[in-house]
């Protein structure tokens, strides 16, 4: 198992960017696929972002792909997104994922672990 905490959420009025973290604990963090997604007031959580362990292949969204980025660093246990261009429709609760073996995948429930969210307020 893997602990992850999310940060960097916060208020942004619209066509600004913020940049989210989330830090891994536990294990070896390398080795694990990764992800984020989001949940809106009175909305299912929905898949934003993943990226793979092995070649770092990252997946999209369609309404995030283009303004957003996945990324990790080497030998760093975080992962990041780097969301440009904030909509009011991205206002959500940010949740960090994780999985224990490959492909990355939007389905939210090959995730075993998972933060326990960021909160994006995005202001038009």
């Known amino acids: 198992q893997v602990q992850l905490v999310e940060s960097g959420g916060g208020l942004v009025q619209a066509g600004g960017s913020l940049r989210l973290s989330c830090v891994a604990s536990g294990r070896t963090f390398s080795r694990y696929t990764m992800a984020w997604f989001r949940q809106a007031p009175g909305k299912e959580r929905e898949f934003v972002a993943g990226i793979g362990w092995i070649g770092g292949n990252t997946i999209y969204a369609d309404s995030v792909k283009g303004r957003y980025t996945i990324f990790r660093v080497s030998g760093e246990n975080t992962i990041y997104l780097q969301m440009n261009s904030l909509k009011s429709e991205d206002t959500a609760v940010y949740y960090c994922?994780?999985?224990?073996?490959?492909?990355?995948?939007?389905?939210?429930?090959?995730?075993?672990?998972w933060g326990r969210g960021t909160q994006v307020t995005v202001s038009s």
């Open positions: 994922a994780a999985r224990l073996t490959l492909p990355v995948t939007p389905d939210r429930s090959a995730y075993a672990d």
